[in-house]
């Protein structure tokens, strides 16, 4: 297998090949609808080969970057040099065996008209780039990262269950911004040069079609937008435009700010979608690329499939409506359902994702509880998002190192104890129920019952072969050195008042991503319902599951969302040029 795929497309795509014309008047060698990661990534390769390219946006040139911008920068390795000065043991052998058991593909992956075909296939190669050349190619461009290495979906520790067996996830210095950044300063250059031209405030409301073949767009021109960065914009309409080039590449996102779609698109096997949730992406995450394609016969598979987080707080300061953010756990948190009750295993903060939506689905109720103490909240909480984490945006990592090892709240995070909506505290169990009732307004948890299992949770954890799940957890955590100097607290007493005061949280669940999409083949091309690419027609990032229309499964390993973007957008734009 090539390196990372780096030679795949070749191997796919002949020059020229698959290409209709696209009549007399010609706007760019390709067209990209969408300016975020894996768009910019695409336009990269493509002016790499002088290219001319044309990106166009229903926001402003403020938003460029897209959701990236907002993201903690978390990316995939495999046997990295920051695994291997932990001491971690990594391999692609055993990162493919967490992928699998993880994905859980079963939607005919061995047959080539199977949803969950090519995403298979591209899951294969996207493991390949992980192990070999992501890394020096993104180090090559000037990307590094924090030498203590995060980890996240960490599973039970069963051999052969779900999750990273090891730490894996990668947080780049700068966050989301850092990741953006490299691409943003090549994409510059290129206009400079005249080979990249932004239409921004151009939504696109129909892909333009010869045949079956794709040859353009056509939308509508959005009014002027003064509003910054990640703000709902206006939709009034101020015009139309019309657009052609022998190949549109789709780089939209997914469907997360659209709360009408996650509903329509949630899987039965989860029951009835919440009525309330809160919104991990901004408002222009809304889905419409995907059913602007579909009108064009493209294949849209395992729209069912969702990354939606399970410890989300409402924004005390929110940015786009309904701005949620997702607190990132270590063990030792206790975690209820609405009425009180402890979750049993996966409901074990930074172990299941999805294996805890189930729980909390199963529950009858909506939200969940994190029950903790301050001394808890100090080390163990990371909120997610570039703009919760100022010292590792601004690439200043020795002050980020600090915050995690002096006994203190960082800032973001007291900033929430003071005013998020979701926190309260108290400094006994009878208090914080009753606050935690007050707060969604019912009596359903009750003081007695929750003590006598916060207090059989303190029992356990002096107990050197307890068999609780979640003090197993906290241990498995504290044997790895890189959880034990920066992420989780000694073993304690929730109940120590020297610890105190307590804190309940309530959580709700949080909209992020897409991991089904648009089906794609190892280059990139749409494919339609009868399995063949459609000429003309390329698709990347979340629009396409990350890659095959679900590179993920059901399940994501994290740190690979960014990961997705970056190397689908490759692989696109690698075939791209070689069509055009």
């Known amino acids: 297998m090539a390196a990372g795929g780096a030679a795949l497309a070749t191997t796919l795509v002949a020059p020229g090949s698959g290409i209709a014309s696209a009549g007399p008047k010609q706007d760019a060698d390709v067209i990209i609808v969408g300016h975020g990661l894996s768009g910019l990534v695409a336009a990269c390769e493509l002016t790499d080969r002088k290219k001319k390219v044309l990106i166009v946006d229903q926001e402003s040139g403020a938003n460029l970057g897209g959701q990236a911008h907002w993201s903690l920068g978390g990316l995939f390795f495999i046997d990295s040099p920051e695994q291997r000065l932990a001491g971690i043991h990594d391999s692609p052998e055993r990162a493919r065996r967490d992928w699998f058991a993880t994905a859980g593909f079963d939607r005919n992956p061995n047959s080539v008209g199977g949803e969950d075909y090519w995403a298979r296939q591209w899951a294969e190669h996207y493991l390949d780039f ?8 993104l180090a090559g461009m000037g990307m590094l990262w924090v030498p203590v290495v995060g980890w996240a979906e960490r599973g039970d520790g069963t051999p052969g269950g779900v999750g990273n ?12 911004p850092g990741v953006v950044e490299p691409f943003v300063r090549r994409i510059k250059a290129a206009q400079r040069a005249g080979l990249v031209r932004f239409e921004f405030r151009h939504r696109v409301d ?28 206006s939709r009034t309409v101020v015009g139309d435009f019309e657009f052609h080039a022998p190949l549109v590449i789709v780089a939209s996102g997914g469907i997360g700010g659209n709360h009408e779609l996650v509903r329509r698109n949630w899987p039965a096997r989860l029951g009835n979608p919440p009525e309330h949730m809160v919104t991990g992406v901004p408002a222009h995450v809304d889905g419409r690329m995907l059913g602007i394609a579909e009108a064009a016969g493209a294949r849209h598979v395992n729209r069912d499939r ?23 756990a270590a063990p030792s948190s206790m975690w209820f359902d609405g009425a009180g009750r402890r979750f049993p295993t996966p409901g074990i903060p930074s172990m299941d994702t999805l294996g805890t939506l189930e729980l909390i689905q199963k529950s009858g109720f909506e939200y969940s509880w994190f029950v903790l103490n301050k001394r808890i909240i100090e080390k163990e909480f990371i909120l997610s998002g570039s703009e919760q984490n100022p010292e590792l945006t601004s690439k200043n990592l020795a002050a980020y190192l600090a915050n995690r090892v ?6 973001p995070v007291q900033a929430f104890l003071d005013r998020g909506p979701d926190f309260v505290t108290a400094n006994s169990v009878e208090e ?19 003590k006598r299992q916060i207090k059989h949770r303190d029992a356990e954890s002096m107990n050197p072969r307890s068999t609780d799940d979640g003090i197993k957890a906290i241990r498995r955590s504290l044997a790895y050195i890189g959880d034990n100097l920066v992420r989780t607290q000694p073993m304690h007493r929730i109940l120590d008042p020297a610890a105190g005061p307590l804190v309940a949280i309530k959580m709700n669940i949080l909209t992020r991503k897409s991991l089904g999409g648009l089906q794609t083949d190892l280059s990139g091309r749409v494919l339609g319902e009868n399995g063949k690419p459609i000429n003309g027609l390329m698709a990347v990032g979340e629009a396409s599951g990350f890659g095959g229309g679900g590179v993920h499964g059901y399940r994501a390993l994290e740190g690979t969302f960014l990961g997705g973007c970056l190397f689908s957008g490759r692989q ?3 075939a791209a040029r070689r069509l055009v």
């Open 206 to 233: 129909e892909l333009l079609t010869s045949g079956d073949d794709v040859v353009g767009i056509r939308g509508s021109v959005l009014a002027a937008t003064s509003q910054p960065r990640g703000k709902a914009s």
């Open 406 to 411: 002096i006994d203190d709240v960082p800032k």
């Open 165 to 176: 067996s090891v730490p894996r996830f990668h947080t780049t210095l700068g966050t989301g």
């Open 432 to 450: 914080l129920t009753a606050k935690m009732n007050k707060l969604v307004g019912t009596n359903h948890l009750d003081a007695a019952a929750l």
């Open 306 to 328: 969702m990354w939606h987080y399970t410890e989300g707080l409402r924004n005390h300061s929110p940015i786009w409506p309904g701005h949620g953010i997702r607190v990132l």
């Open 572 to 574: 696109a734009g690698r």
């Open 130 to 137: 992980a192990h070999r050349e992501k890394r020096s190619w």
